[in-house]
């Protein structure tokens, strides 16, 4: 198991999808969200949702809740920093369920040859939830938010930061629209 904590970013709008992806039923589970959960509690030391809304989920877990308005990545790495006390995390978007174990290790590989935030690029493009974020940044998301700045990739540019470059295309497909969820079921079902 991974000894650093996972947090699932689930607090987004979804106005792509139209509709709640979190809570789209996604293979056994009822929801996408339980089902990253469950798959990646068997991963890590503990496992964490960051969400505006917990009351949503119909499932027990370790929910962080959001208390700000704004709608931004921004808002759930500010609330993971004030509500854990850990000096590193691994963050995963709720709507890429195909990022898999061996991704996530050879992430964690490099966080430990560096010791620094460690993320994802699919070819040469910045994948910012999905990686390894030290608390080092803490700082740089809390001045984010107060100016209501929510480019993550501006502020990371500035950053000294490790990054792995994968080709699997398909291991970091993101449901944001209807169809991309229909494919992602056909995946999933492929898989089972």
Same mark, same amino acid.
């Given at each position: ?62 929910? &962080? ?60 493009? &910045? ?9 080092? &940044? ?55």
């Amino acid at each position: 198991m991974f000894d650093i904590p996972c947090v699932i970013f689930a607090g987004g709008k979804s106005s792509r999808m139209g509709k709640d992806k979190s809570l789209l039923p996604f293979g056994e589970y009822s929801t996408l969200c339980e089902y990253q959960y469950r798959r990646l509690e068997k991963i890590f030391k503990k496992v964490y949702v960051v969400t505006k809304e917990p009351s949503k989920f119909p499932f027990k877990a370790n929910f &962080l809740e959001e208390s700000y308005s704004v709608f931004a990545p921004t808002t759930g790495f500010v609330t993971l920093f004030e509500q854990l006390q850990d000096e590193a995390f691994f963050v995963l978007s709720v709507d890429t369920p195909f990022v898999d174990f061996a991704i996530i290790e050879q992430l964690f590989l490099e966080y430990k040859k560096t010791n620094q935030t460690t993320l994802a690029k699919l070819h040469n493009k &910045l994948e910012p939830l999905c990686g390894i974020y030290t608390r080092s &940044l803490e700082k740089e998301f809390v001045k984010m938010l107060q100016n209501n700045e929510h480019k993550l990739s501006k502020m990371l540019q500035k950053q000294h930061i490790s990054f792995v470059t994968f080709k699997e295309e398909k291991k970091f497909f993101n449901l944001n629209y209807q169809d991309d969820y229909i494919k992602a079921q056909e995946f999933i079902k492929n898989m089972l």
